[in-house]
């Protein structure tokens, strides 16, 4: 039996936008669409398998626990909706992989180690909208979201070093500038993509200069 992939994306495309639609936190359909247009640029760099790469972005935040307002990610929900459509057992395997190991989060845990094209070119994609001016506007829009102040100043940037520690922060959304934010230019894979990755951050780093000015009442 020949797969079509063509027929698989548009119902993938279907489903996740339906997930996602309303979702609240910073990581719905939109965000989906950025982070395509990041892999269809990075990928004209590479080379990657394009449908597992589009397949694992079109998929990667449908079971996070911030959307799914749970503790713990589901897996199963990206997992079970592949088997449906009958995609070949090998080609699930790359996409699940990707997406249980290419979150920040989950990279605190893992040990370095060589990884796939595919692999870096969706991690890298997801990473570009976490840097830059989309990327101010996704912190306040989660940190508004869940309770969190936009500055408190007798708080300090949490150390991160594991998985859980990261997922322990309680410090302010601008703080997650310095915690995150700021430490993902260094993390970037591919060289396309670090190109990009540059200036974004020194957009950001220029933002939270500005913004601590204005807090301190300077000009």
Not at 105 to 122: G, I, P
Not at 163 to 179: G, P
Request: charged share 35%.
């Amino acid at each position: 039996m020949i797969m079509n992939k063509e027929k698989i994306i548009r119902n993938t495309e279907r489903f996740v936008r339906k997930l996602l639609i309303k979702e609240d936190t910073g990581h719905d359909w939109w965000h989906i669409e950025r982070v395509r247009k990041n892999a269809k640029l990075i990928g004209k760099s590479e080379k990657v398998d394009k449908f597992v790469v589009d397949l694992t972005v079109l998929l990667h935040d449908v079971g996070d626990r911030k959307v799914i307002k749970k503790d713990e990610d589901d897996y199963s929900i990206a997992e079970n909706f592949l088997k449906i459509q009958k995609v070949p057992r090998e080609i699930i395997e790359k996409v699940m992989y990707i997406i249980k190991n290419m979150s920040f989060s989950q990279s605190l845990n893992n040990k370095k180690h060589s990884e796939s094209t595919d692999f870096c070119v969706v991690q890298d994609s997801d990473r570009l909208d976490a840097i830059g001016a989309i990327a101010i506007a996704r912190v306040f829009t989660y940190g508004g979201r869940n309770y969190r102040p936009i500055y408190d100043p007798t708080k300090k940037a949490g150390k991160i070093n594991t998985t859980k520690n990261y997922r322990k922060l309680n410090s302010s959304s601008f703080h997650h500038f310095e915690e995150k934010l700021l430490l993902l230019k260094n993390l970037i894979n591919t060289k396309s993509a670090k190109k990009i990755a540059l200036g974004r951050h020194n957009y950001m780093k220029n933002y939270t200069k500005q913004f601590l000015s204005e807090w301190h009442g300077k000009k």
